[in-house]
């Protein structure tokens, strides 16, 4: 069975660290990109952070210079290191999957396995 | 970036009822555009892609339109299981992959 599961989320003081894990399973993980995307409550979803097969990293603005994304692949896990947390940063941290589709000769991108989600809280 | 709206922000339908959801581009983003559905307390989970092709296992009842800067969702009978929030996001010019900011389906 295709499977991601999230840990390491939890409470943390403004201006604190904590890192987030994200195990794979049933599917090659080397081979996909990976991102995580989260949610603060009652809100909608908000893109974080992916990386590529080859290492390549992508950050949303806000987090650009506090997150750092990272996978090692002999152990299927995807990693979210964050730093510098906010108030702002509160939400549910989900890691998923991409892929991409041809129709036409043309490629498209989704994100088509998502884990259930691990809650991090940034409060004093 | 590109921005994404949906609209209504939510609806209130009743079971068997057609449902329309909307969203709009900021830019012209061709067909690339993706659909997913999340129940309370779940993930998010992938319904359409490249604007109108289901994912495997997606019931036909869900159908999804459109190309340049309009899309639509439609749900062709309503059932009980599918009141949920849906998303629209767009894969045309990422990063970032950006998401509308959800439709929430109610029961009336």
């Known amino acids: 069975e295709v499977q991601l599961v999230e840990s390491g989320g939890g409470l943390v003081q403004p201006g604190g660290s904590l890192r987030l894990s994200c195990a794979a399973s049933?599917?090659?993980?080397?081979?996909?990109?990976m991102h995580w995307v989260r949610q603060a409550t009652g809100k909608g979803l908000e893109w974080v952070s992916a990386?590529?097969?080859?290492?390549?990293?992508y950050y949303e603005g806000s987090v650009k210079g506090r997150f750092t994304i990272s996978r090692e692949n002999a152990k299927n896990s995807l990693y979210l290191q964050m730093n510098s947390l906010r108030a702002g940063d509160t939400a549910v941290y989900y890691c998923?999957?991409?892929?991409?589709?041809?129709?036409?000769?043309?490629?498209?991108?989704?994100?088509?396995?998502w884990g259930k989600g691990t809650p991090v809280t940034v409060s004093s | 970036d590109i921005q994404m709206t949906q609209s209504p922000s939510s609806l209130s339908a009743s079971a068997g009822d057609r449902v329309t959801i909307t969203c709009r581009a900021s830019?012209?983003?061709?067909?690339?555009l993706n659909w997913y559905q999340q129940k309370p307390g779940k993930a998010p989970k992938l319904l359409i892609y490249?604007?109108?092709s289901l994912q495997s296992g997606v019931p036909s009842r869900f159908s999804g339109s459109g190309s340049g800067t309009d899309f639509t969702l439609t749900i062709s009978s309503l059932q009980p299981e599918d009141f949920a929030t849906y998303y629209c996001?767009?894969?045309?010019?990422?990063?970032?992959?950006?998401f509308g900011q959800g439709t929430k389906v109610e029961i009336k």
């Open positions: 998923a999957r991409g892929d991409q589709s041809e129709l036409a000769r043309k490629y498209y991108y989704y994100m088509d396995v």
């Open positions: 049933g599917f090659t993980f080397s081979t996909y990109d």
């Open positions: 990386i590529g097969t080859a290492g390549d990293t």
């Open positions: 830019q012209s983003i061709s067909n690339y």
């Open positions: 490249a604007a109108s």
């Open positions: 996001q767009q894969s045309y010019s990422a990063p970032p992959w950006t």
